[in-house]
């Protein structure tokens, strides 16, 4: 028997994170078409813990992005020293126009009432990034350091967790990273025992 | 343009989650195929803060199940009466012969010290679960109730959290659950906003 999964393992492959857009291109039956998968993802009990607020409108962005800048700004001071080298070296930075140009966030939230609600949710948005890559469409997890500020302007109630921001479009650039080897992630039958793993 | 993610639709629509295995009937290699696919996952800070341990010795298979087995009747006999009733209505028992049964039970391990791990690690068991469907393999994904003895028998150092146990196999059966519809999930704009989200 021919063993393979081709197909998910380019679309794996071939994805990176994207963290430019062009503003327009995409309808909005595309990220439907992208819940439509999420929403087949298992959970704890089944009990698909997930909600997903498409935010579009541009004035809606424009108030995210500021309050999550916000929130990084501040996570930005309060780090130790040797963490803004860091983040420097990665040019990572508090600005995020990603949470504007993108012609589309998914903010991903889930209930906290739910057992393994931030196990279940992580899947659904796996399930998320293989299907925009099936489109040819960019995706970023992105996960703000502060979320009160997000709460409010989105309406989401406490029982509720914002797990992740997702700019979802024509992606204009994202550069893959090196990923180590499988046989640095794998161990047969025991921790720290490497078997071959030639593919 | 149109806009489609048909294939990812197709394996995660398909898939659903199996409790009972053929004891054999899998290369390893298919397993190297899946985690080849796992390891282009994206993660917090791209630290890849998952590690893979291919349980396919039938000792260790037993020894982990037993472990299992174990915590899950401390659990169940901890559980309030309404848990208690909750979990006979589901038929969900202490007893988890999938953990003997599946020729291999990838037991996920995540890096407690890297950002962001445990959300990496299930977006990395997301891509899991699509790529096994498309090798028409079973899987599920088992969180155990109580890992210490898990930890011993497999070497799992402290640093690294136990997510999940995955069987893999091939399926002799698994029921289709029920999902939740599309507008029940996708807010527009704002929390409680539903939109038009024909697909």
Known sequence: MGWCCDVIQELARRRVSARSFRTGGVEF????QILEVARQAPS????????????DNPKLKSLVRKACEK?????????PRWMKRWMRKRNISP????????????????????????????ISIGYILLAAEEMGLGTLTYTPSSVSELRKILEIPEKYSPEA????????????KRRRSLKDLIYINR?????SVDI
Chains 1, 2 share one sequence.
Not at 44 to 55: D, E, H, L, T, Y
Not at 71 to 79: D, I, K, L, Q, V
């Open 165 to 176: 921001i997702l700019p979802i479009g024509l992606p204009t650039g994202g550069k893959r």
């Open 44 to 55: 704890g009990a089944n009990r698909q813990p997930w909600k997903f607020i498409v935010v």
């Open 71 to 79: 929130g990084e700004e501040e996570y930005h001071s309060r780090a």
């Open 95 to 122: 600005i995020k126009p990603f949470l504007t140009q993108a012609p589309y966030l998914i903010v991903v939230c889930a209930d906290t009432g739910a057992p393994y609600h931030i196990q279940s949710t992580w």
């Open 29 to 32: 039956r595309a990220i439907a």
């Open 191 to 195: 921790w720290g025992k490497a078997g």
